[in-house]
């Protein structure tokens, strides 16, 4: 079955700089990939999500890039801002078909 | 977007007691839906595949007759916790998808204490 590993499980970053968070996945088969935002206690929220059809897909402040053949992904968020602060998620799946597969999440930590 | 709407958000409940967890697709039929659990400071782990009017789909080290699942429609799915232990204690959350877009909707999910 599917793996994904996420790294780092913690970052910390000045208010305005950028953060990246990179997931690897095992399955060649994966073809959609989201990354969500979790704050304490809350259901996951969608932030950005790639289909193995693109390389890249941005939105504002945040992007995810794609590498089919070395199975691998990244959020970047650039200007971080206080309220970027929470617990990331990448994700993995063969729509349709398999359920998402979660990486063990990013704790990203914004200091004003 | 969709809505799926999970309750109770938390239950706190006696060891030995059983607690049942509702999960429904407010504005569209899903077919498929899916349990996690997530301990404190951990990932989603998928606990079972609910399927509309057939059994559920375990993962390895989840036990089916610990942790029932009901589909009985389209719309709703229930996660029963029988005999509750402390060691269940963890944070329930359910998730559907339309089959049109790829987005997974998810629940508020449900802080269960077992007590």
């Known amino acids: 079955g599917e793996n994904v590993e996420q790294h780092p499980s913690t970052l910390s970053v000045q208010e305005g700089d950028s953060a990246v968070i990179k997931c690897t996945y095992s399955d060649s088969a994966s073809n959609y990939f989201p990354w969500y935002k979790q704050e304490l206690g809350k259901r996951p929220q969608l932030i950005i999500d790639?289909?193995?059809?693109?390389g890249e897909k941005k939105d504002q402040r945040i992007a995810v890039t794609l590498n089919k053949t070395a199975k691998h992904f990244s959020l970047h968020i650039t200007e971080t801002q206080p309220e970027d602060s929470a617990v990331y998620f990448c994700?993995?799946?063969?729509?349709?078909?398999?359920?998402?597969?979660f990486g063990k999440g990013t704790r990203l930590s914004v200091i004003a | 977007g969709a809505v799926v709407s999970q309750h109770p958000s938390w239950v706190i409940c006696k060891s030995g007691t059983s607690v049942k967890i509702e999960c429904r697709s407010l504005?569209?039929?899903?077919?498929?839906m899916f349990w996690y659990r997530q301990f404190p400071k951990q990932s989603l782990m998928l606990m079972a595949t609910?399927?509309?009017?057939?059994?559920?789909?375990?993962e390895q080290g989840v036990e089916k007759d610990k942790f029932l699942i009901n589909h009985a429609s389209l719309t709703l799915s229930t996660l029963t916790v029988t005999s509750a232990h402390p060691e269940d204690s963890s944070f329930y959350i359910c998730?559907?998808?339309?089959?049109?877009?790829?987005?997974?909707?998810f629940g508020q999910g449900t802080r269960l204490t077992v007590v």
């Open positions: 998730s559907a998808e339309t089959g049109v877009t790829t987005e997974a909707f």
């Open positions: 994700a993995a799946s063969i729509w349709g078909n398999t359920p998402l597969v």
């Open positions: 790639i289909r193995s059809n693109v």
């Open positions: 609910s399927n509309e009017g057939s059994k559920a789909t375990y």
């Open positions: 504005d569209f039929q899903a077919t498929t």
